[in-house]
């Protein structure tokens, strides 16, 4: 008698199972959790509810004003959404939630093209599980899209020169779709890959290869037809503003405040990737000592996915200008290395190096530390009207800040100590450390979409919303609003309200008394701490307060 074993039905459905969870949960749970953040989530979602509600899908406008920040791609798949759901956060960030998903399957695809079943798989759940990829994928910005179009042009250049020339167009397609979400860094990067590698190895011959023609009519079909209708159009206006400072002004660091030292991003990946980015070091350099591969080896391949990962890391670091989304294009190659990491170790049934361990102990425990400390702190500052640190005065917003989120930091503290924990007592069993490491990424992401950003949006962000939202039978009989004296800005009001002609943003007392005047009086959206000027021409009165904002009714004197 021949005895089958069975297989039970949860180890059947495992392989396809436990990608749709770990995608569910790394870029869609939670996408609603939270009001809009401020800065560049209130205005990007802004411009494209203005879209919608103007029908004018060349010029991105914020207010009375053209804003020309960045192209109109991410704009244009925001309205689109909005079409269908509606003005609300969802709409705005879905976009981003779909990208980081299909940045995923991406490089699942190219695996599996590759015959490298285990390690796309093993992609395919690691990249969504990343925190700074569930970061960015709840995000109502352009970093997400920016990556998925890099990924796709990388593809291309790698098929293309390791393989069919052909492949090559795609390279052109993902970057003139890059150049349309983020500007000439769109074609600047993977171009500047691609000349920097073709150097590195003086394949002077891959230059006659390309399809140069081709490659070039594709990029500006995609890329020329918005970028000339809107220079015919604002003229001299968009070259100042869209080139002059929204590119070189960037990259220099200069009227922005996100000037970083040169190592920001090192620390920066080892945490948005945790605890994955343990698995990278080796296999990362590895993968570069194969610079010299013949071209149809898969170690070519490799090395190119690694090649583009430093100059993305390299090229940032470099810039003055830094914000943590910028490095995101690095996290699709390094997570498909780290894949390979875990396949190898997996297939010759080893454990992770001692040093891999201490990479991966180290970081997560540095990681528990910061928000049990945040927490301990948050709980001694409750109720107190001042509060200091090493012997320096605290902000109140921050100390509000901190103690309204004292058991979120408190219980993500203890979730990264356990991490290290499990992951410590399973590291010489590399399918247990994975499992342990999947089951962190679903706890994290649970965690941050059902408590983090609930918590934070009750105390930041909603409240301001429904005051914003009461305004809006007001605006729609026409009366004006007057957001006044916000430090920082919160564009996220706009988008809320709507009527962009109606609704201004004085900053001082003197623009704040010629706003009312002309408007006949309103009404005042402020924060409780700014102190209204006395001398305005109208009869100020409380309407409502919530939290740390407040609603006046001006009234003209002698109605």
């Given at each position: 008698?021949?005895?089958?074993?069975?297989?039970?039905?949860?180890?059947?459905?495992?392989?396809?199972?436990?990608?749709?969870?770990?995608?569910?949960?790394?870029?869609?749970?939670?996408?609603?959790?939270?009001?809009?953040?401020?800065?560049?989530?209130?205005?990007?979602?802004?411009?494209?509810?203005?879209?919608?509600?103007?029908?004018?899908?060349?010029?991105?406008?914020?207010?009375?004003?053209?804003?020309?920040?960045?192209?109109?791609?991410?704009?244009?798949?925001?309205?689109?959404?909005?079409?269908?759901?509606?003005?609300?956060?969802?709409?705005?960030?879905?976009?981003?939630?779909?990208?980081?998903?299909?940045?995923?399957?991406?490089?699942?695809?190219?695996?599996?093209?590759?015959?490298?079943?285990?390690?796309?798989?093993?992609?395919?759940?690691?990249?969504?599980?990343?925190?700074?990829?569930?970061?960015?994928?709840?995000?109502?910005?352009?970093?997400?899209?920016?990556?998925?179009?890099?990924?796709?042009?990388?593809?291309?250049?790698?098929?293309?020169?390791?393989?069919?020339?052909?492949?090559?167009?795609?390279?052109?397609?993902?970057?003139?779709?890059?150049?349309?979400?983020?500007?000439?860094?769109?074609?600047?990067?993977?171009?500047?890959?691609?000349?920097?590698?073709?150097?590195?190895?003086?394949?002077?011959?891959?230059?006659?290869?390309?399809?140069?023609?081709?490659?070039?009519?594709?990029?500006?079909?995609?890329?020329?037809?918005?970028?000339?209708?809107?220079?015919?159009?604002?003229?001299?206006?968009?070259?100042?503003?869209?080139?002059?400072?929204?590119?070189?002004?960037?990259?220099?660091?200069?009227?922005?405040?996100?000037?970083?030292?040169?190592?920001?991003?090192?620390?920066?990946?080892?945490?948005?990737?945790?605890?994955?980015?343990?698995?990278?070091?080796?296999?990362?350099?590895?993968?570069?000592?194969?610079?010299?591969?013949?071209?149809?080896?898969?170690?070519?391949?490799?090395?190119?996915?690694?090649?583009?990962?430093?100059?993305?890391?390299?090229?940032?670091?470099?810039?003055?200008?830094?914000?943590?989304?910028?490095?995101?294009?690095?996290?699709?190659?390094?997570?498909?290395?780290?894949?390979?990491?875990?396949?190898?170790?997996?297939?010759?049934?080893?454990?992770?190096?001692?040093?891999?361990?201490?990479?991966?102990?180290?970081?997560g425990l540095i990681l528990s530390a910061f928000f049990v400390l945040a927490g301990v702190l948050g709980?001694?500052?409750?109720?107190?009207?001042?509060?200091?640190?090493?012997?320096?005065?605290?902000?109140?917003?921050?100390?509000?800040?901190?103690?309204?989120?004292?058991?979120?930091?408190l219980m993500l503290g203890a979730l990264f100590l356990l991490s290290v924990l499990v992951l410590f007592a399973?590291?010489?069993?590399?399918?247990?450390?994975?499992?342990?490491?999947?089951?962190?990424?679903?706890?994290?992401?649970?965690?941050?979409?059902?408590?983090?950003?609930?918590?934070?949006?009750?105390?930041?962000?909603?409240?301001?919303?429904?005051?914003?939202?009461?305004?809006?039978?007001?605006?729609?009989?026409?009366?004006?609003?007057?957001?006044?004296?916000?430090?920082?800005?919160?564009?996220?009001?706009?988008?809320?309200?709507?009527?962009?002609?109606?609704?201004?943003?004085?900053?001082?007392?003197?623009?704040?008394?010629?706003?009312?005047?002309?408007?006949?009086?309103?009404?005042?959206?402020?924060?409780?701490?700014?102190?209204?000027?006395?001398?305005?021409?109208?009869?100020?009165?409380?309407?409502?307060?919530?939290?740390?904002?407040?609603?006046?009714?001006?009234?003209?004197?002698?109605?």
């Open positions: 008698m021949v005895t089958r074993s069975r297989t039970s039905p949860l180890i059947a459905v495992l392989p396809v199972a436990l990608p749709l969870v770990a995608l569910g949960m790394g870029c869609f749970f939670g996408l609603s959790a939270a009001g809009l953040f401020d800065l560049d989530e209130g205005l990007y979602a802004t411009a494209a509810r203005q879209m919608v509600e103007s029908g004018d899908w060349l010029i991105p406008r914020v207010g009375t004003g053209v804003f020309f920040d960045k192209p109109p791609l991410t704009y244009w798949m925001q309205a689109l959404c909005m079409k269908v759901f509606g003005f609300t956060p969802l709409a705005a960030r879905l976009p981003s939630a779909v990208a980081a998903a299909m940045t995923a399957w991406l490089i699942w695809q190219w695996a599996k093209r590759r015959e490298l079943e285990r390690v796309g798989w093993l992609a395919l759940i690691i990249y969504p599980l990343c925190p700074l990829t569930m970061g960015l994928a709840r995000q109502a910005i352009m970093d997400s899209l920016l990556t998925l179009w890099f990924t796709l042009a990388i593809i291309g250049w790698i098929e293309g020169y390791t393989g069919d020339r052909r492949w090559y167009l795609l390279m052109a397609a993902g970057a003139g779709l890059a150049t349309m979400t983020k500007g000439l860094i769109g074609l600047l990067l993977p171009g500047g890959a691609l000349v920097l590698w073709i150097l590195l190895r003086r394949d002077w011959a891959e230059l006659k290869r390309i399809p140069w023609l081709p490659a070039i009519g594709v990029y500006l079909l995609v890329v020329l037809p918005w970028h000339l209708a809107v220079w015919r159009v604002a003229g001299d206006l968009f070259v100042r503003e869209y080139i002059v400072h929204h590119h070189i002004q960037r990259f220099l660091g200069k009227d922005f405040g996100h000037v970083a030292p040169f190592w920001f991003y090192i620390p920066l990946l080892l945490i948005g990737m945790y605890p994955w980015s343990a698995f990278v070091p080796i296999i990362g350099w590895q993968a570069m000592s194969g610079w010299k591969c013949e071209k149809e080896k898969l170690c070519c391949a490799w090395a190119m996915w690694a090649f583009w990962a430093l100059v993305v890391v390299v090229f940032f670091s470099l810039s003055r200008s830094k914000l943590p989304g910028y490095v995101l294009p690095a996290l699709p190659p390094l997570c498909l290395l780290a894949g390979a990491r875990l396949r190898s170790l997996w297939t010759v049934k080893n454990g992770l190096r001692p040093g891999e361990a201490a990479l991966m102990g180290f970081t709980l001694q500052w409750r109720g107190q009207p001042g509060a200091e640190l090493m012997g320096k005065s605290v902000p109140t917003d921050v100390v509000q800040a901190i103690a309204h989120m004292v058991p979120f930091a399973r590291w010489s069993a590399t399918p247990r450390v994975t499992g342990a490491a999947i089951l962190f990424g679903l706890l994290f992401a649970f965690l941050v979409g059902h408590d983090g950003l609930p918590r934070w949006n009750a105390y930041d962000i909603e409240p301001l919303h429904r005051l914003a939202r009461s305004l809006i039978p007001a605006l729609e009989q026409g009366k004006s609003v007057a957001i006044y004296a916000f430090e920082p800005s919160r564009p996220s009001l706009r988008f809320i309200m709507g009527h962009p002609r109606q609704i201004s943003e004085p900053g001082t007392p003197e623009e704040l008394h010629r706003v009312l005047q002309s408007a006949k009086g309103g009404y005042i959206l402020t924060e409780k701490r700014n102190i209204l000027p006395t001398d305005l021409p109208c009869r100020v009165l409380q309407e409502r307060e919530d939290g740390r904002w407040v609603l006046y009714r001006c009234e003209l004197f002698g109605k």
